[in-house]
């Protein structure tokens, strides 16, 4: 059974910085495409950014909502995506879903539970 | 504003079929067979319903099916059942640098 569960979560200050963490489970972690998205509080989904697997040069793609700002990176050993957010806005306030990515189809076949990033002074 | 549209709101009896509609343009919908759609209870995480417009992932019931033609995508489900009211995300491919587009969301009551 595939399982995401994000963690990383909580309240910051504008400007500052948060690490959220996707640990997975349930599937060849390093064959995959992984992808953040997230949805404000009572608003729809919005794409955050991917990481492609290592066999299509790990390389990685974000929304210009959070390009320069946002870094997303992967560590295949332990099965974990990472999403460093750097210089918070309040706007950045959602809860944050890591999701299983299927690059050929453009779509996310599993997401995790969430974690909710609240971003105010 | 959602790159996609989609109506903000459906509704239907237990039984009845429906059809939530998501119109783009030639960049996305239009122009890619990479239409997704996601199912979303209140407080949970989204679920896939539908992938590369018409395909169902294991488990979900064949009434969700998904179609497209031109510019517009739409998800139909046949035989409403109670637990399918919830919110109803499309998204698909878009060649501009943004990727990965999304609708609004579209709130589906079952009466």
């Known amino acids: 059974e595939v399982q995401l569960v994000e963690s990383g979560g909580g309240l910051v200050k504008p400007g500052r910085s948060l690490r959220l963490s996707c640990t997975a489970s349930?599937?060849?972690?390093?064959?995959?495409?992984m992808s953040w998205f997230r949805q404000a509080p009572g608003k729809g989904l919005e794409w955050v950014g991917f990481i492609r697997s290592k066999a299509y040069g790990g390389t990685t793609e974000y929304a210009a909502s959070v390009k320069g700002r946002f870094t997303i990176s992967r560590d295949d050993s332990k099965s974990i995506a990472y999403l460093q957010m750097n210089s918070l806005k309040t706007e950045d306030t959602a809860v944050y879903y890591c999701?299983?990515?299927?690059?050929?189809?453009?779509?996310?076949?599993?997401w995790g539970q969430g974690t909710l990033v609240t971003v105010s002074s | 504003q959602s790159a996609l549209t989609q109506p903000a709101s459906v509704s239907g009896s237990p039984g009845q079929s429906i059809t939530i509609s998501c119109t783009g343009t030639?960049?996305?919908?239009?122009?890619?067979?990479?239409v997704s759609w996601y199912q979303q209870h209140p407080g949970k995480a989204p679920k896939l319903m539908i992938y590369?417009?018409?395909n169902r992932p294991s488990g979900v019931p064949d009434r969700f099916s998904g179609s497209k033609s031109g510019n517009t995508a739409s998800l139909t489900i046949s035989g409403l059942q109670a637990e399918d009211e919830a919110d109803y995300y499309c998204?698909?491919?878009?060649?501009?640098?943004?990727?990965?587009?999304f609708g609004g969301g579209t709130k589906l009551t079952v009466l």
């Open positions: 590369e417009v018409s």
């Open positions: 999701t299983h990515y299927s690059l050929g189809g453009s779509y996310a076949g599993y």
């Open positions: 349930g599937f060849t972690f390093g064959d995959y495409a």
């Open positions: 030639s960049s996305d919908v239009g122009g890619y067979n990479y």
């Open positions: 998204s698909s491919y878009t060649s501009s640098s943004t990727l990965v587009v």
